[in-house]
């Protein structure tokens, strides 16, 4: 019996590694994406060339609607089935200070980052509880954790899923079904390409950016049975910078 997983935003970057990372382990895993088809197909390919399987489900985290129907339609082909894993990865940066912040980019960085969160989780959620087993890991970020000038959205919506995290884990843990976050810094993706890699480096304590194979180690762990007796927590994976 095939065992699924589902990673949003599994085109690119971090995504596209915990992708990899959970088909070696075994899962079936559904690549979601928004509009990057060419990434994400190959995303796809990386995981059937290294022997493993999965799919592509595109659709917009923060389009309630879309997400039903796009997660309703995958279960209508996929009778009998269940996704035991969740990994809420998909999200964007739209930096600037607060003052002059386009609505749109306090709406964009919310709805993706936040509302995606609850779009996807909610109707996953059921199976994991009836089937009384299932692992959700919402990839968090630094700035949720301790706020950063020129993210007061980006912050917002990390911190925001920091606290659903832990609200969420005190709801279901009965049920086997355990809630993480993870709080990555700086990590190698197209995401942070714009930044001065060589300045900001120089605070972290590890001194580098960190590779998004390193975080979707990290979500490995948190996806597997192993885990089993953590939940409600926020790790932070971020080479000693706060
Ligand atoms: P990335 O390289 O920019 O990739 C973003 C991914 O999210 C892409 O797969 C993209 O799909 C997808 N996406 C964007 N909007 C979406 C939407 N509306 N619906 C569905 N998918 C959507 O970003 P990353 O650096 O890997 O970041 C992944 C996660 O880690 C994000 O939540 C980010 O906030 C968090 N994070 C990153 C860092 C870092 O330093 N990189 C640090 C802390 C936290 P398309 O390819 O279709 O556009």
Request: one cysteine or more; glycine letters at 12%.
């Amino acid at each position: 019996m095939k065992r699924y997983a589902l990673v949003t935003g599994g085109s690119r970057g971090i995504g596209r590694a915990v992708s990899l990372r959970l088909a070696r382990e075994g899962y079936h895993v559904i690549v979601n994406y928004v509009s990057n088809e060419k990434e994400a197909a190959r995303t796809l390919e990386m995981i059937e060339s290294d022997g493993g399987t999965g799919e592509l489900l595109a659709f917009d985290v923060s389009d309630r609607a879309a997400v039903s129907q796009a997660l309703d339609a995958w279960a209508e082909r996929n009778r009998g089935c269940w996704i035991e894993v969740l990994v809420n990865n998909a999200g964007i940066r739209r930096d600037g200070l607060l003052l002059w912040m386009e609505d749109r980019d306090w709406d964009s960085v919310l709805g993706i980052g936040l509302d995606g969160f609850f779009n996807v989780t909610k109707p996953l959620l059921k199976s994991m509880l009836v089937k009384k087993y299932g692992r959700i890991i919402n990839i968090a970020s630094l700035s949720g954790l301790k706020g950063l000038p020129g993210q007061c959205n980006y912050s917002a919506a990390k911190g925001g899923l920091i606290a659903a995290t832990k609200a969420l884990a005190q709801e279901v843990g009965r049920k086997g079904v355990t809630v993480n976050a993870v709080a990555p810094g700086f990590i190698k993706t197209d995401m942070t390409e714009g930044l001065d890699e060589a300045e900001l480096k120089k605070t972290v304590p590890l001194n580098r950016f960190g590779e998004p194979e390193e975080v979707a180690a990290l979500v490995a762990f948190l996806a597997s049975r192993e885990s089993g007796y953590i939940t409600g927590e926020c790790i932070s994976i971020n080479g000693g910078l706060y």
